[in-house]
């Protein structure tokens, strides 16, 4: 076959180079001409930066009340206004972040590792072991979550880390019935039987061979998980069961200011609000990107 | 079909008593004892021992555990010492009053999000779909109470549409024929649900145009617009069935959230209330409804939906 005299040089002979690709270029090249995954991307880059190094160059005094500069509007030393205690907003925004972005991420990841283990094991095994597993999940799941909550409050002192465990109990129902129906039809494999074949034992199979294999569920569920941990963590301090004042995050900052809506005070509500949804949207939008990339790598295969 | 019923019956039955046990194991675990926060610090050793005698909390925790189920079997929820009631007649007044917020907003979130997803799957990344999917996530990425907060300052507050203000002591037929103010709480609720909603009917309904029985039915050259009838929205009903089903637990927490927003005398409210007083025998007796509502919701999903889908052979 003659090839035609290239007219570009940087093009090499016999054409473009088509890539093949691996799996996780063809995931990646699909997620990033998904637009709203890009945004989502940029706008979680935007937040996390903010709520990290904004205190490095916007200081603000989070810890000893002003009461000589309570509920004051917009404006002057501090752009976003004080709220009933005389905080500064923009700097308080920036400190909530801090902890809600740490709950969300934590939760988001403890959880979906304990349900990706859970339902492995439970779907590897099957039988009776998975009919009792299961039955777990199903309680945990008909147990009210803010039941569970005001429970483990009036024992223990409220703190990040309670805060953290607490919403991964809530929250690993989820992924672990994702991951068990998966690992149900994964199991079936040729090469889960050859490893089987092979004398590999059961924990070889599950760690090396299913869990990997399920990390399109895995990735898609941590964003949705943590988007959902942050809505949860909000709605639990408006309920009054979240963490104490010296530890401001965007859910406690918003419920906070609900009081004062009726006064105009529309500075303490609207900011901590617009902070939420907007990472809520962006996590969302990454996990519907990566949904869709990973169903192109199952269509493609 | 039968071993299948009864299967899943066998089931709820296990789950049931687990949320039960989990609940009560709980509340038994709380620090303090019950009779100190009835009859208060000044009693007598005599009379603690005296009132947990008479309500048989020094007897085994097996065995007490035992005599709830037996009180739960006989429809006895507890007993609320702070009330002086029995759980179950405090909830007898509420629960009409929570079916119907939660019966009106179920039905209005259904209206909604059922015609509109189904519009998003046929009009698949159009105008409406992109502009429904823009509605739906914001809406999704709310905490649910903020949604309330955003009507009430918008037809409340700034323009005086509704009370934001539920009267106390009107029965709910009372409520249904004066629907002024339950109006801000019911639209709460159902925009809340419609998120989840038309998420789910958009994606169901896609997925029922990819079935081969539409290419068929478009093949043999019957109009769009029967198609889209007879066999697009038709099947798509079916996915509701599963969808309500399964929505009963974010349906009874947005309830929750929506009566302690508004103040609408409720079951939620009653729980939220009960939580800020300690009292737990109102807690357990709800938490315990609300599982077994949940189990049972679950259970009419999994059946219904097999009897509804000739596909579905157990």
Do not use: C
Not at chain 1, 72 to 83: H, R, Y
Not at chain 1, 217 to 232: P, R
Not at chain 2, 103 to 123: C, D, E, N, W
Not at chain 2, 174 to 203: D, G, W
């Amino acid at each position: 076959m003659e090839s035609a005299p290239s007219q570009d040089p940087a093009l090499p002979e016999g054409g473009e180079v088509v890539s093949t690709g691996s799996a996780w270029r063809l995931i990646l090249r699909t997620f990033a001409q998904n637009k709203l995954a890009i945004v989502g991307v940029v706008i979680v880059v935007l937040v996390v930066t903010f709520s990290f190094l904004g205190p490095v160059f916007y200081h603000t005094d989070q810890f000893n009340p002003n009461l000589s500069a309570v509920n004051l509007p917009p404006g002057g030393s501090s752009p976003l206004g004080t709220d009933q205690s005389g905080f500064d907003i923009l700097g308080r925004i920036m400190e909530g972040g801090r902890s809600t972005l740490e709950v969300g991420l934590a939760v988001g990841v403890i959880s979906t590792v304990v349900g990706l283990v859970y339902g492995a094991i439970s779907g590897f095994f099957g039988k009776w072991l998975d009919i009792v597993m299961m039955r777990f999940v199903d309680i945990g799941l008909a147990v009210p979550v803010v039941f569970l909550f005001i429970f483990m409050s009036r024992i223990y002192k409220p703190s990040l880390g309670l805060l953290i465990v607490l919403l991964a109990l809530v929250s690993w129902q989820i992924p672990a019935r994702l991951v068990r129906g998966e690992t149900l039809s994964l199991r079936t494999r040729e090469y889960v039987q050859a490893v089987r074949v092979m004398g590999g034992k059961s924990s070889r199979i599950i760690f090396r061979h299913i869990i990997p294999n399920t990390i399109g569920t895995i990735v898609v569920t941590v964003t949705f998980q943590i988007a959902n941990s942050i809505l949860t963590l909000a709605v639990l301090q408006f309920l009054g069961f979240g963490l104490p004042p010296t530890q401001p995050n965007w859910g406690s900052m918003l419920s906070d200011g609900t009081t004062f809506l009726q006064d105009g005070f529309w500075w303490q509500v609207y900011p901590a609000l617009g902070f939420i949804v907007l990472t809520v949207v962006a996590f969302n939008f990454i996990g519907d990107a990566l949904q869709d990339s990973f169903d192109v790598r199952l269509q493609e295969r | 079909m039968t071993g299948f019923i009864v299967r899943r019956l066998g089931q709820a039955v296990v789950v049931t008593l687990g949320v039960t046990a989990i609940t009560f194991l709980l509340l038994h675990l709380l620090p303090g004892s019950l009779a100190r926060e009835i009859i208060g610090n000044r009693a007598t050793a005599q009379e603690i021992a005296a009132f947990n005698h008479q309500w048989g909390l020094n007897s085994p925790l097996w065995y007490q555990y035992w005599k709830f189920l037996v009180e739960l079997l006989h429809g006895n929820l507890g007993y609320s010492f702070s009330k002086n009631r029995t759980t179950d007649s405090l909830l007898a007044s509420e629960l009409p009053r929570d079916l119907l917020l939660g019966g009106l907003s179920l039905v209005l979130s259904l209206i909604i999000a059922v015609p509109v997803g189904i519009a998003q799957a046929v009009k698949r990344n159009g105008l409406v779909d992109y502009a429904g999917t823009g509605v739906s996530f914001f809406l999704y990425s709310m905490p649910q109470f903020s949604v309330a907060l955003l009507l009430v300052q918008l037809l409340a507050i700034t323009y005086h549409v509704f009370p934001a203000i539920v009267p106390q002591n009107e029965s709910a037929i009372y409520l249904l024929t004066h629907p002024r103010p339950i109006v801000l709480p019911v639209l709460s609720l159902a925009l809340v649900s419609y998120a989840a909603f038309s998420r789910f009917m958009r994606s169901s309904a896609i997925d029922t145009l990819a079935q081969d029985y539409m290419r068929t039915a478009r093949a043999k050259g019957l109009p769009e617009r029967l198609v889209l009838w007879r066999h697009l929205v038709r099947n798509s009903l079916l996915a509701v069935v599963t969808l309500v089903g399964l929505s009963i637990p974010t349906i009874l927490t947005g309830t929750l959230i929506i009566e302690a927003v508004f103040n609408y005398p409720g079951a939620g409210l009653e729980y939220y209330n009960a939580t800020l007083s300690n009292d737990y025998q109102v807690m357990l007796g709800i938490t315990v409804l609300v599982g077994m509502v949940t189990v049972v919701g679950n259970l009419l999903a999994d059946i219904g939906y097999a009897l509804l889908d000739p596909r579905i052979r157990y």
